[in-house]
């Protein structure tokens, strides 16, 4: 019982880090309801199984109720203790399964083909442990390497296809192994090559995936370029206008100069007060561009959020110290600053009016380059009061390209949440 309950509890650790590598954890109780069904049934599995001996294994068990409680314990997983589209939370649990049963084929046929008899419970739970770990680090490692984020997938519910073709393939095999004889070496050599070929299949569900997610990314960044041309346009655009202005403004100045001294002559104090009024509110009319620190990526997206803001009700503070050429990549910059004010903007939409913030900080000093940005979110009491049971993840998936830059310059990114602020604080070192 005890070996049996040690082994359910890795089973269980192990197949949280893998469901956490594509999937979000719901938070609270209920979250952890959807694993209880699974615990017990592990524990009930795995010391039914080491009762059993040598082939038995295969064939002392049921295979079509194992796989259908297997598939239901990992679909309640799925559905109770994490969010997002409803086809991706039954893609992954049922992929596990058709990864697991072919797995543990692969060792029952290979044993039996290597030996000429059955195996043992104790080399069973070791070797098949044993693999599925090596192919959960193994997708693990290569969604890191491919920057697959949680929620990064929007359409893929086709990739469901795959894991139920392989079960159906898994459930053949074993028919197939009852009916022909279990110590047919002939028979147990092309359920081998079966079972690998099962495997095979089934890491293209991986494979498809991150094309999926590389395919939404460069969609996304697609969206942002667009959104970031429209902030250079609109900065661009007012700039010659407020340009022209000024040209205009000192061409009459000599003119409204003279025209002054004349009143002053004549003592037309009243028409000279009504004139220099003009000229102030003419003046102060050059507006549009409020920040000009020579760097057009950074003035675009700050004059953009004056704009914005301007729109939405929220408050601004914005604090900038850069020079106006420096050693980062022009469409870095316009990428980080675009992503990171883009989706302070969309957690403040969330916010009621009259409680919208946000501070924007950036400074420069000896090569490095400082963004500091906290705006209002919502809390987890805030959340509750809304009567909503899933707990947005801040901010979304424009942080994947802000980190991806910080790392392009071997800086640093950094979020967290403090006294009802969202922080975001990014850090990059000019390349040299």
Known sequence: ????IFLALYNIV????????????????????????FAFWEVLKITHA?????MELLTGQNPGVNLGLNIAVMGIVGLVSYVGEIWKRLLFPVAYVALLTAVE??????????TGGGISTGAYFFASNVIVSLVIIGIWFYAARQEIQQGTVRKGNFLLIIPFISIGIYYILFEAAISAGIHDRKMLAGLI?????????LLTVYLLYARLAKEYQILKNNQTYLNQMEAYELYFSAKENDDQELVRMRHDLKQMLLLMRSQIVNKEYGEMEILVNGLIGSTFSLTRIKYNTGNPALDA????????????????????????KMNFAIEDLSILLGNAIDNAVEALEKIQEGSRRIWVDIQYNKGMLLLHIKNDCITEAGWKNMGSSKKEKYHGIGLQSITRIA??????MRTGVKEGLFCLEVTLYENT
């Open 407 to 412: 790392r392009k310059y071997k800086g640093s």
């Open 50 to 54: 080491m009762g059993l001996k040598d």
């Open 1 to 4: 019982m005890v070996p049996g």
């Open 301 to 324: 997206h700050l004059n953009e959020l004056e704009t914005v803001a301007a729109e939405k009700g929220i408050t601004v503070y914005i604090g900038a110290d850069v020079p106006g």
């Open 105 to 114: 084929a692969l060792v029952v046929f290979g044993f039996g083909y290597l």
């Open 14 to 37: 192990l197949v949280k880090k893998y469901m956490d590598i594509f999937l979000e954890t719901r938070k609270g109780r209920v979250g952890w309801a959807g694993w209880l069904p």
């Open 193 to 201: 090559i079966a079972a690998v070929m099962v495997l095979a299949a």
